[in-house]
């Protein structure tokens, strides 16, 4: 069993930066992956920023967002850029058993509570 928790969000203006962390617990392969995902009221959980859990492969929506890992800390996270107010959302973190980076999260089977990240012009 996988546990995550994530942290690190909050309110931010636009044009700002945030780190959002998740904390990895439990027992990981190296071939598990990790994604990020975000959903605004309304909408549909979107892909944000994935990789392999042992590293080298990454994927994300746009280059305003890079996941990383410290796996001394057993820690990913994901830095954001240039946030805009349309990047407000609940962020969560996942992991898979399934090869990765992936997209889709029907294909993540452990999730994270969730942090709110909100933007303000």
């Known amino acids: 069993q996988v546990q995550l928790v994530e942290s690190g969000g909050g309110l931010v203006q636009a044009g700002g930066s945030l780190r959002l962390s998740c904390a990895v617990s439990?027992?990981?392969?190296?071939?598990?992956?990790m994604g990020w995902f975000r959903q605004a009221p309304g909408k549909d959980r979107e892909f944000v920023a994935g990789?392999?859990?042992?590293?080298g492969s990454t994927d994300s929506l746009e280059g305003r967002f890079t996941i990383s890992r410290d796996s001394a800390k057993n820690t990913v996270y994901l830095q954001m850029k240039t946030l805009n107010t349309e990047d407000t959302a609940v962020y969560y973190c996942?992991?898979?058993?399934?090869?990765?980076?992936?997209?889709?999260?029907?294909?993540?089977?452990?999730w994270g509570q969730g942090t709110q990240v909100t933007v303000s012009s």
């Open positions: 996942a992991a898979t058993q399934l090869l990765g980076p992936r997209r889709s999260p029907s294909e993540y089977n452990f």
């Open positions: 439990g027992r990981m392969f190296s071939s598990y992956a």
């Open positions: 990789m392999r859990w042992s590293g």
